[in-house]
């Protein structure tokens, strides 16, 4: 873990496009296997919806990110780390509230995707850290 993570300080840009990336797998499954298989995973097509569309800012956030962003990484970092943390954190609300509707297929769909997501954010969140670190030095 901590050979990404330096990989991913050496380079932060690349961070933003693994997180777009990511949320598109995630906006593309939830959207065209998740919706339209419902019967087989249980969550309803609205709140597929509702977190797809979240996933879809996310996306464009980050691509935004990485194609922009020359400098000063650190804050627009902060934020998508912050609102993937948000993200596992509605996600798994939602998989407490709906669990009776939802299949075992279902149940580690959603449980996956939050341990993939919290991996993420895990990584981020280190990868930010070490940022904030090498910017002291470098001012010292």
């Given at each position: 873990?901590?050979?990404?993570?330096?990989?991913?300080?050496?380079?932060?840009?690349?961070?933003?496009?693994?997180?777009?990336?990511?949320?598109?797998?995630?906006?593309?499954?939830?959207?065209?296997?998740?919706?339209?298989?419902?019967?087989?995973?249980?969550?309803?097509?609205?709140?597929?919806?509702?977190?797809?569309?979240?996933?879809?800012?996310?996306?464009?956030?980050?691509?935004?990110?990485?194609?922009?962003?020359?400098?000063?990484?650190?804050?627009?970092?902060?934020?998508?780390?912050?609102?993937?943390?948000?993200?596992?954190?509605?996600?798994?609300?939602?998989v407490i509230q709906t669990f009776s509707s939802l299949t075992i297929l279902?149940?580690?769909?959603?449980?996956?995707?939050?341990?993939?997501?919290?991996?993420l954010v895990f990584i981020e969140y280190k990868t930010l850290s070490g940022?904030?670190?090498?910017?002291k030095k470098s001012f010292l």
């Amino acid at each position: 873990m901590q050979k990404i993570v330096a990989r991913f300080i050496a380079a932060p840009k690349k961070l933003f496009l693994l997180d777009s990336i990511g949320a598109f797998i995630t906006a593309f499954f939830l959207i065209a296997i998740l919706n339209p298989l419902e019967a087989y995973f249980g969550m309803s097509p609205r709140i597929l919806t509702s977190l797809s569309a979240i996933a879809i800012a996310f996306c464009i956030y980050s691509i935004c990110c990485f194609l922009l962003l020359k400098e000063n990484y650190i804050p627009f970092l902060r934020i998508i780390s912050i609102a993937n943390f948000f993200y596992a954190c509605l996600t798994f609300s939602l998989v407490i509230q709906t669990f009776s509707s939802l299949t075992i297929l279902g149940i580690n769909y959603f449980i996956l995707e939050i341990l993939i997501v919290l991996v993420l954010v895990f990584i981020e969140y280190k990868t930010l850290s070490g940022l904030q670190k090498k910017h002291k030095k470098s001012f010292l």
